[in-house]
């Protein structure tokens, strides 16, 4: 096993998420519960993340079907990439939760790290290309100021190469984090595993 | 009225607050995506659906106008305060809302508190704000709501600043 990142906080080892309020108890959901769980994902029924959201079903149903199509649609934007403009959106917004499970899902698409140690470092100079260096910048911008992004800001993209479906797809990628963010961070916190 | 194109209504909210015409090379590209487009549309409705329990129509819209007015969203803002006025909502409560000023009720008060903390510093989250929105009376579904409300906006006004760049470029490439 690699060396796992651990940098000001921010780490791509697996975490824990307790949540500050009770979760749906599963033997008791109802079946529309049920169905914006498994919309989500297979794991979503053990999750304490999604067992609260599930308090809410037809939200966490219509979420659920955001979440999936953005991360997974087919073409455009490379899903690595996806993956980094998510991580860096949780490094800004200071989810070390949303970090890590992002950063492990890039990884494992990249089969590389370094940019993530560099966007857990310091995401305003992260980037290990032109192409990447660009990505982050303009996931900090429209993560940090939404209003201030301009078309000044896609022509950048579009000089290194991203096609108008990649700006798109890393648009999604961005809000969706603005959003997944915010609900980790304020519905529970992460747990890290116990200190070797 | 020449054609039938120019009064075609717009696609979603998201459409009209851009805003993206339907000739609109922004909105031929946002179509490409169209199971986002439906479900971002289907999240809103879901955010704002009457059947949602713990936390009236009116009082989401109300946090809705106060997350775009302080994330300087203009044209989603103007949206949520159309929608208040149609509901019937009390102009003065509106333009404060809308402004930042304080508002006389406290439920309204710790609501409003919680969605300008969680728009513009969500790092500082903790069970303190939580238990004070239990305090105010919010049950568990509907603190969850409310979560999941403020957290959508902030996608929304993303995805509409995001759009509203590529029309820009669009223009002058």
Same mark, same amino acid.
């Given at each position: 096993?690699?060396?796992?990142?651990?940098?000001?906080?921010?780490?791509?080892?697996?975490?824990?998420?307790?949540?500050?309020? !009770?979760?749906?108890?599963?033997?008791?959901?109802?079946?529309?519960?049920?169905?914006?769980?498994?919309?989500?994902?297979?794991?979503?029924?053990?999750?304490?993340?999604?067992?609260?959201?599930?308090?809410?079903?037809?939200?966490?149903?219509?979420?659920?079907?955001?979440?999936?199509?953005?991360?997974?649609?087919?073409?455009?934007?490379?899903?690595?990439?996806?993956?980094?403009?998510?991580?860096?959106?949780?490094?800004?917004?200071?989810? $070390?939760?949303?970090?890590?499970?992002?950063?492990?899902?890039?990884?494992?698409?990249?089969?590389?790290?370094? $940019?993530?140690?560099?966007?857990?470092?310091?995401?305003?100079?992260?980037?290990?290309?032109?192409?990447?260096?660009?990505?982050?910048?303009?996931?900090?911008?429209?993560?940090?100021?939404?209003?201030?992004?301009?078309? !000044?800001?896609?022509?950048?993209?579009?000089?290194?190469?991203?096609?108008?479906?990649?700006?798109?797809?890393?648009?999604?990628?961005?809000?969706?984090?603005?959003?997944?963010?915010?609900?980790?961070?304020?519905?529970?916190?992460?747990?890290?595993?116990?200190?070797? | 009225?020449?054609?039938?194109?120019?009064?075609?209504?717009?696609?979603?909210?998201?459409?009209?607050?851009?805003?993206?015409?339907?000739?609109?090379?922004?909105?031929?590209?946002?179509?490409?995506?169209?199971?986002?487009?439906?479900?971002?549309?289907?999240?809103?409705?879901?955010?704002?659906?009457?059947?949602?329990?713990?936390?009236?129509?009116?009082?989401?819209?109300?946090?809705?106008?106060?997350?775009?007015?302080?994330?300087?969203?203009?044209?989603?803002?103007?949206?949520?305060?159309?929608?208040?006025?149609?509901?019937?909502?009390?102009?003065?409560?509106?333009?404060?809302?809308?402004? @930042?000023?304080?508002?006389?009720?406290?439920?309204?008060?710790?609501?409003?508190?919680?969605?300008?903390?969680?728009?513009?510093?969500?790092?500082? @989250?903790?069970?303190?704000?939580?238990?004070?929105?239990?305090?105010? @009376?919010?049950?568990?579904?509907?603190?969850?709501?409310?979560?999941?409300?403020?957290?959508?906006?902030?996608?929304?006004?993303?995805?509409?600043?995001?759009?509203?760049?590529?029309?820009?470029?669009?223009?002058?490439?």
């Amino acid at each position: 096993m690699t060396t796992p990142i651990r940098i000001k906080g921010f780490t791509n080892e697996v975490l824990s998420w307790k949540p500050w309020l !009770d979760p749906v108890v599963v033997a008791a959901a109802t079946p529309a519960q049920l169905a914006a769980l498994d919309e989500m994902s297979p794991q979503a029924r053990t999750s304490p993340y999604f067992l609260v959201l599930a308090h809410q079903p037809e939200m966490l149903l219509q979420r659920s079907i955001a979440f999936n199509a953005i991360m997974f649609a087919p073409g455009g934007m490379p899903r690595a990439e996806r993956e980094l403009g998510a991580t860096v959106e949780s490094r800004v917004n200071g989810c $070390v939760y949303c970090a890590s499970v992002h950063a492990q899902r890039f990884e494992q698409l990249a089969k590389r790290s370094d $940019v993530i140690s560099q966007v857990f470092e310091e995401p305003a100079s992260a980037g290990t290309t032109a192409r990447e260096k660009a990505i982050v910048e303009f996931s900090i911008r429209l993560g940090a100021e939404p209003g201030k992004v301009s078309a !000044d800001d896609v022509r950048m993209l579009k000089e290194v190469g991203l096609s108008e479906l990649e700006i798109l797809d890393l648009i999604h990628s961005v809000a969706l984090f603005a959003w997944a963010n915010r609900l980790m961070l304020n519905l529970g916190e992460p747990v890290f595993p116990a200190a070797a | 009225m020449t054609t039938s194109y120019d009064a075609s209504p717009p696609l979603d909210v998201i459409d009209a607050t851009v805003p993206l015409a339907p000739s609109q090379a922004t909105r031929t590209l946002r179509l490409q995506r169209d199971k986002v487009v439906a479900a971002t549309q289907g999240s809103y409705d879901a955010m704002f659906s009457p059947t949602v329990e713990g936390l009236s129509v009116a009082e989401r819209l109300l946090v809705a106008l106060h997350a775009c007015s302080v994330s300087k969203a203009a044209t989603l803002a103007a949206h949520y305060r159309e929608r208040l006025l149609a509901e019937g909502a009390d102009r003065e409560l509106v333009a404060a809302v809308g402004s @930042g000023a304080p508002v006389a009720d406290a439920r309204l008060r710790t609501v409003l508190a919680f969605t300008a903390s969680l728009i513009e510093r969500p790092i500082e @989250g903790d069970k303190a704000s939580i238990d004070a929105l239990a305090e105010a @009376g919010l049950s568990t579904p509907a603190i969850v709501a409310l979560g999941q409300l403020i957290a959508f906006l902030s996608y929304q006004i993303r995805v509409v600043a995001g759009l509203q760049a590529l029309a820009a470029a669009e223009v002058s490439p």
